[in-house]
């Protein structure tokens, strides 16, 4: 958990400062790691994926619930397809008779 609340102002102001980064966890993940200062674009997957696992870099799955959560807190950084996409679960949630808000 320590890890999350660590990342999480880091992916708040890449997701206020990029709006691009708000539909792409991939954009998003780039983006985050510019802000710790690395250069994803001359490091090896090798490299990076040697860093996630010493924890130098947050792991795809840290910057998607970091993401999920200020999105949660903060409807203003939620992107374009979140709308969609919910509108989309809430009609097939009412065609199977739950109740939605």
Excluded at 15 to 44: H, I, K, N, W
Excluded at 54 to 66: D, F
Excluded at 68 to 76: G, L, Y
Aim: a positive charge; hydrophobic letters at 35%; aromatic letters at 6%.
């Amino acid at each position: 958990m320590a890890r999350i609340k660590n990342i999480l102002p880091i992916v708040v102001k890449v997701l206020t400062q990029y709006p691009e980064t708000r539909d792409s966890d991939y954009r998003l993940y780039f983006g985050v790691a510019v802000c710790m200062g690395r250069d994803l674009a001359s490091m090896t997957a090798h490299k990076m994926l040697q860093d996630m696992e010493k924890g130098t870099l947050p792991s795809w799955e840290t910057i998607g619930r970091c993401r999920r959560k200020a999105q949660e807190d903060q409807e203003d950084l939620r992107g374009d397809s979140w709308e969609k996409r919910h509108k989309e679960e809430r009609k097939v949630m009412k065609q199977l008779g739950y109740t939605v808000k």
